[in-house]
């Protein structure tokens, strides 16, 4: 293209205002519209899994694509409703982070969310509701967290990756889900983090927030939200944040199990986390938390040596409510797993079990409790 010179750059910008245009002078482009700016943060998983041909839908190997290339492989469209940076936090499967790392991805959220509009969280599936929950439990901002992953790899015919990372991109660049703490876009569909979990090994629709259900869907341009998470009602106020502010922990967290019951269970792995210094450990009982005669004595021994416990139930839904019983917390309808971040923080904070009961059956609970007037 001809340089413009100086006279009639002068000459068309006054054209330009004189009719009220924006078309900007150097090489005579229309101005972009500003979009918002989403932070992605890549830890690895299926989604960035690159498989051994096109077909091998169950065979490949995750945690391989860098976050960079896979959100270049979304342009140019992806420019046109965020204005996107990646960082690459780990690349992995999710199964293999620990606590410690948690505590970074926490922090990296935080950080990212101060100089962007909505941060996007790439992980495998496999435990995707626990990196959720503890991220809705831990990050401090009230601005969009929206985790996405997939079921098959990249690289196959087919494949859910692109499109989950795009509608992800496009939810939180959307702004839709401020105060709503962290949430999951997989498959089109919108989960809670406190209540989604992934429901099947394979099938692209395994996470599913059973009966509180999904909290909407990203249908192409159109962000359809149909409930918000129960904390929503403290939005813009101190008390949307969770009492759960990692800078003000001890270096090391508090550790936390889980045993399972089952018929004639045994005691022996209570006994052994307790031995190894298990501050607390989650039940995972039968039906209404019920669990075996031996894991109920191995639990007293445990309550005696000061372990805490969290009552949960493993039949995948329902509620344990809470009967002051010394030393074991009913959990509400937290799975096992999610209870054990939320009591893992819990002591963290204190050893007072009766403010640990109040956050188990309060915090971010599904029910909306309407005020006396
Ligand atoms: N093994 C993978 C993981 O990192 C599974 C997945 O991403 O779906 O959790």
Same mark, same amino acid.
């Given at each position: 293209?001809?340089?413009?010179?100086?006279?009639?750059?002068?000459?068309?910008?006054?054209?330009?205002?004189?009719?009220?245009?924006?078309?900007?002078?150097?090489?005579?482009? $229309?101005?972009?519209?500003?979009?918002?700016?989403?932070?992605?943060?890549?830890?690895?998983?299926?989604?960035?899994?690159?498989?051994?041909?096109?077909?091998?839908?169950?065979?490949?190997?995750?945690?391989?694509? $860098?976050?960079?290339?896979?959100?270049?492989?979304?342009? $140019?469209?992806?420019?046109?409703?965020?204005?996107?940076?990646?960082?690459?936090?780990?690349?992995?499967?999710?199964?293999?982070?620990?606590?410690?790392?948690?505590?970074?991805?926490?922090?990296?959220?935080?950080?990212?969310? /101060?100089?962007?509009?909505?941060?996007?969280?790439?992980?495998?599936?496999?435990?995707?509701?626990?990196?959720?929950?503890?991220?809705?439990?831990?990050?401090?901002?009230? /601005?969009?967290?929206?985790?996405?992953?997939?079921?098959? $790899?990249?690289?196959?015919?087919?494949?859910?990756?692109?499109?989950?990372?795009?509608?992800?991109?496009?939810?939180?660049?959307?702004? /839709?889900?401020?105060?709503?703490?962290?949430?999951?876009?997989?498959?089109?569909?919108?989960?809670?983090?406190?209540?989604?979990?992934?429901?099947?090994?394979?099938?692209?629709?395994?996470?599913?927030?059973?009966?509180?259900?999904?909290?909407?869907?990203?249908?192409?341009?159109?962000?359809?939200?149909?409930?918000?998470?129960?904390?929503?009602?403290?939005?813009?106020?101190?008390?949307?944040?969770?009492?759960?502010?990692?800078?003000?922990?001890?270096?090391?967290?508090?550790?936390?199990?889980?045993?399972?019951?089952?018929?004639?269970?045994?005691?022996?792995?209570?006994?052994?986390?307790?031995?190894?210094?298990?501050?607390?450990?989650?039940?995972?009982?039968?039906?209404?938390?019920?669990?075996?005669?031996?894991?109920?004595?191995?639990?007293?021994?445990?309550? /005696?040596?000061?372990?805490?416990?969290?009552?949960?139930?493993?039949?995948?839904?329902?509620?344990?409510?809470?009967?002051?019983?010394?030393?074991?917390?009913?959990?509400?309808?937290?799975?096992?797993?999610?209870?054990?971040?939320?009591?893992?923080?819990?002591?963290?904070?204190?050893?007072?079990?009766?403010?640990?009961?109040?956050?188990?059956?309060?915090?971010?609970?599904?029910?909306?409790?309407?005020?006396?007037?």
């Amino acid at each position: 293209m001809r340089k413009l010179t100086r006279r009639s750059t002068v000459l068309f910008t006054l054209i330009s205002l004189a009719l009220g245009t924006t078309a900007s002078v150097a090489g005579a482009e $229309p101005d972009k519209k500003p979009v918002p700016k989403v932070a992605v943060i890549g830890t690895g998983g299926t989604i960035s899994g690159v498989s051994k041909n096109r077909v091998s839908f169950q065979d490949y190997e995750s945690g391989k694509l $860098p976050i960079s290339k896979m959100v270049d492989d979304l342009k $140019p469209e992806v420019d046109t409703v965020a204005d996107v940076t990646t960082e690459q936090f780990g690349n992995k499967g999710s199964g293999s982070y620990s606590i410690a790392d948690y505590r970074r991805l926490t922090a990296t959220v935080d950080q990212a969310l /101060k100089t962007n509009d909505a941060v996007v969280v790439t992980t495998g599936t496999d435990t995707m509701e626990e990196f959720a929950y503890w991220l809705d439990l831990t990050v401090r901002s009230d /601005k969009p967290v929206v985790l996405t992953g997939s079921m098959r $790899p990249w690289t196959v015919i087919g494949t859910d990756a692109p499109a989950n990372l795009y509608n992800a991109i496009h939810l939180a660049a959307s702004g /839709k889900t401020t105060c709503y703490g962290t949430v999951l876009m997989l498959n089109d569909q919108i989960q809670a983090a406190r209540e989604v979990r992934k429901t099947d090994a394979l099938r692209m629709d395994t996470f599913s927030s059973g009966a509180s259900g999904e909290l909407g869907v990203v249908d192409q341009d159109n962000i359809r939200l149909n409930r918000a998470p129960a904390r929503i009602q403290q939005c813009g106020k101190k008390t949307w944040e969770t009492p759960f502010d990692l800078d003000k922990m001890g270096k090391t967290l508090p550790r936390v199990e889980i045993a399972y019951s089952y018929q004639d269970a045994g005691g022996e792995a209570i006994k052994a986390f307790a031995d190894a210094g298990a501050d607390g450990v989650v039940t995972a009982g039968t039906g209404a938390g019920g669990v075996s005669p031996q894991m109920s004595a191995a639990r007293k021994d445990a309550v /005696k040596n000061g372990v805490i416990f969290a009552s949960t139930t493993r039949t995948g839904s329902g509620a344990v409510y809470d009967k002051n019983t010394d030393g074991v917390i009913g959990a509400d309808d937290l799975t096992p797993q999610k209870a054990r971040l939320l009591l893992l923080l819990s002591l963290a904070k204190t050893d007072d079990q009766n403010q640990i009961r109040t956050w188990f059956s309060t915090l971010g609970a599904a029910q909306f409790i309407t005020p006396r007037r």
